[in-house]
């Protein structure tokens, strides 16, 4: 491996330098030397953490640089104990990234690894400076909020007796979405040098000097006092990203709200004269329930999480919020979606608490690096700032909300979902259901329009059984990195591999890959999210795998595979690979020969093969099995132990399918867990079902309206202001056909005008002499 630091992940001809050669025994006897694992794995995207590189000796007298990227460059040590450590650079994207070592100050590169660069806004508490009362340091100097501010670290994320405590600033400057459009963070000054290394910091905030405060976002700093002040890329700790309103100008502090005004106004223009990006993000899901349930499109915004008691201080009156997963393909652009305690979505409208949508998205996009898709600055710039200026330090949040109106739901279309539980049953797109128990490697879906490949693994369910289970399911879309999600030994957790290599999730419960996204809060639950809007959950239960598939509309006519055919249309859902329609689905040979059809070829396989049992039972082996034939039909005998367990267990939808697992599968636990994914599964469809919405109503002028649902069903009732008169309808009501019943409202004045009470005055008079 040290030849070429390039062999990592291959197999060479005597040796192996690939991930798996651990568990197959057969790696170089350098492997672990060059090719390197470290501890932490992960960190903020702001840089300053110092990892040790596993396994790997150095001399004394070594002098290390750790490269990443290619490019960016930090200074590592060695430890007395002869352990290596690097320090992570700051970085302007997250994701795994690429990092070589030399222990010869940069001479020769001879190790290689990966880092995994993180939003700080997903980093956990621990491993950041924290503000104590963030609140109090973004709202100093408006009115009532001033006094002393305080900050903690722990001391073991900075290696010194003493440290600065520095001040760094966020800017993007150039032309908006040109090539000279960049984003920079700059050192602007020390609030401390030489303070005791003791966990904490507190100061009395002055309005900066010179120029600085003109830099409103920022992060403070805590690092060694043995560097000098700005140096780039030490060990340190980086509290959050915030808005520094503790360091603004004097001006600032003696009038917030007009000074708030004018950077409100000055963003108004700007907005005015870029580009409209609303037309190309995705529209929210109509209800919280379908928010929940689009996990391929949409994802918990930590900003507002029902899980995590509803602190939603950007959203009030919102319980729950979610952000679109994917940014939007030309701007970059986010959306953002906040319902209220009924599940209705809440309307910026109607709220200021409502959903807005990010002319940046906050995790940012690929390819990162250049705003506007630098993760959490560039909305920070465009989106959080603003709102400081013209919600939370002055109140002309008109101005906000005219550029970041909330999106409604009238074009958002939910996505299918099949899923595979059980030993294994499918219930496809269409919902057309069956079982398939034949052991070996098949496709659950592939789309060749879209690149999306999802093949599934089934192994036997015990030695002595006639009937399989989902063991492993592997993916990919397009060029993207190669994810499989599989049982672990003892079938109790969930075990992922990233291209071959398995991952860990001590540090990180969500990972920007190549490609995908990928969230494991536990080690049961793996959601996996391409850009096409595909999510994959897999969930285990009672020692199997419960694999959902969520498709969203695009994926209509282009799918094949044994979830079927996604075109409403269950009567052609199954489909054998050479293009045939099975002819009869309650024939179980019929449908066993259908599965066969779908085992994969050896060069399209995504596994890993990283044992002797894989190699000989599926590399080695044809991919399907022929010589398991599995029990077609549950057993009916009054005799068997299991019989009364059978009755009493599967009652309601999908008995069959338990009664199959609990008969043939011979597993109580088993039946049970395959009833349940069968009433989640039932429960997803319903919380996916089309909503149909008639869209925002406004109030009348001069008066007010009753309602803010506008769902299929709901009613608003509008009424005027004293002093008028409504005319059209009082009641209207979001009919099926999507349109408003009634007629539009107005508010006339019951007061008629000067002008008017005189003409009708003489004509009177007129009409009087006439009579006369």
């Known amino acids: 491996c040290v030849l070429l630091k390039m062999n990592c992940g291959k197999n060479l001809d005597s040796c192996s330098c690939h991930t798996t050669c651990t568990s197959l025994a057969n790696c170089c006897a350098d492997y672990k030397e060059y090719c390197v694992d470290i501890s932490p794995y992960s960190g903020s995207l702001f840089g300053g953490t110092d990892f040790i590189i596993l396994d790997a000796s150095f001399e004394t007298a070594s002098e290390i640089e750790c490269r990443f990227n290619g490019n960016i460059s930090t200074v590592g040590y060695v430890d007395d104990g002869g352990t290596g450590h690097c320090i992570s650079p700051l970085l302007y994207e997250t994701g795994w990234i690429p990092f070589e070592i030399s222990s010869d100050n940069g001479t020769t590169f001879t190790r290689a690894g990966t880092w995994l660069s993180v939003h700080t806004g997903k980093l956990d508490s621990k491993f950041k400076a924290i503000l104590d009362n963030s609140t109090k340091w973004q709202y100093y100097g408006t009115p009532n909020v001033g006094g002393t501010l305080e900050m903690t670290w722990n001391t073991s994320l900075v290696r010194a007796e003493k440290v600065n405590i520095e001040l760094w600033g966020y800017r993007e400057t150039g032309e908006p979405y040109t090539e000279y459009w960049l984003g920079e963070w700059h050192y602007l000054y020390s609030l401390a040098k030489d303070h005791p290394n003791n966990g904490s910091f507190s100061f009395l905030p002055k309005p900066a000097e010179n120029s600085f405060s003109s830099s409103e976002l920022g992060s403070v700093r805590v690092s060694s006092s043995s560097h000098p002040d700005g140096m780039w890329n030490v060990q340190a700790a980086w509290t959050e990203d915030h808005a520094l309103a503790w360091h603004l100008e004097e001006n600032f502090r003696k009038d917030s709200a007009g000074w708030a005004l004018d950077k409100c106004l000055a963003w108004d223009e700007l907005e005015n004269q870029l580009p409209n990006f609303l037309s190309e993000i995705i529209d929210c899901p109509c209800t919280l329930a379908q928010a929940r349930a689009d996990t391929g499109r949409f994802h918990t915004d930590y ?19 979610v952000r679109a997963i994917q940014a939007s393909p030309k701007y970059g652009a986010g959306q953002q979606c906040c319902y209220d305690s009924t599940g209705t979505q809440v309307l910026t409208a109607d709220s200021i608490g409502g959903s807005t949508p990010d002319r940046a998205h906050d995790w940012g996009s690929p390819p990162y690096k250049k705003p506007p898709r630098i993760p959490g600055q560039s909305h920070w710039i465009y989106d959080v700032l603003s709102f400081y200026y013209c919600c939370l330090w002055s109140d002309n949040c008109h101005y906000y909300f005219k550029h970041r109106p909330s999106s409604d739901c009238r074009r958002y279309k939910s996505p299918q979902s099949a899923v595979v539980f059980g030993d294994p049953h499918f219930i496809t797109f269409d919902g057309t259901s069956y079982s398939f128990n034949g052991k070996g490697e098949y496709t659950l879906v592939i789309s060749a329009e879209k690149q999306l490949t999802i093949q599934g693994r089934t192994e036997p369910v015990t030695e002595t059984t006639n009937a399989t289970k989902l063991s492993s399911v592997a993916m990919r879309e397009a060029s993207s990195d190669i994810i499989e999600v599989r049982l672990v030994s003892g079938n109790s957790d969930l075990e992922v591999l990233l291209n071959q290599k398995t991952l860990s999730f001590t540090e990180q419960t969500w990972m920007d890959l190549y490609g995908a996204f990928l969230f494991s809060p536990t080690s049961t639950n793996v959601t996996v999210m391409f850009p096409s809007g595909a999510g994959v959950e897999v969930r285990q239960r009672e020692g199997t795998m419960t694999t959902t598939v969520l498709l969203p509309e695009d994926f209509k006519d282009a799918t094949l595979g044994l979830l079927g055919k996604m075109n409403g249309d269950a009567k052609d859902d199954l489909v054998f690979s050479n293009g045939s329609v099975v002819q009869n689905s309650s024939n179980p040979e019929e449908l066993f020969s259908f599965g066969a059809s779908w085992a994969i070829a050896n060069e399209s396989a995504l596994f890993t093969y990283d044992s002797e049992y894989l190699l000989e039972t599926y590399y ?3 991919r399907h099995d022929t010589s398991f034939i599995p029990v077609f039909l549950v057993p009916e005998s009054p005799d068997d132990p299991l019989a009364n367990q059978a009755a009493t267990i599967c009652s309601g939808g999908g008995s069959q399918f338990c009664r199959y697992d609990i008969l043939v599968g011979r597993s109580p636990g088993i039946g049970n867990a395959t009833r349940m994914s069968f009433q989640s599964h039932v429960s997803l469809v319903e919380d996916l079902k089309p909503v149909l919405s008639c ?20 009613k608003v009732r509008l009424s005027c202001n004293e002093g008028y008169n409504l005319k059209g309808s009082a009641l209207r009501l979001c009919q099926a056909d999507g349109q408003w019943s009634g007629e539009e409202t107005r508010c006339v004045s019951s007061q008629k005008r000067p002008n008017q009470r005189m003409g009708k005055i003489v004509h009177a008079s007129r009409s009087q002499r006439n009579e006369d």
């Not at 869209?695 to 709901?714: C, H, R, V």
Request: net charge neutral; hydrophobic share 20%.
């Open 695 to 714: 869209g925002w109503l406004s109030p009348p002028d001069n008066g007010k309206k009753e309602g803010t649902t506008y769902l299929q069903g709901a």
């Open 303 to 321: 900003g507002c999480d029902i899980e995590k008691g509803s602190v939603c201080t950007y959203h009030p009156g919102s319980v729950h919020c």
């Open 620 to 622: 080695r082996a044809p």
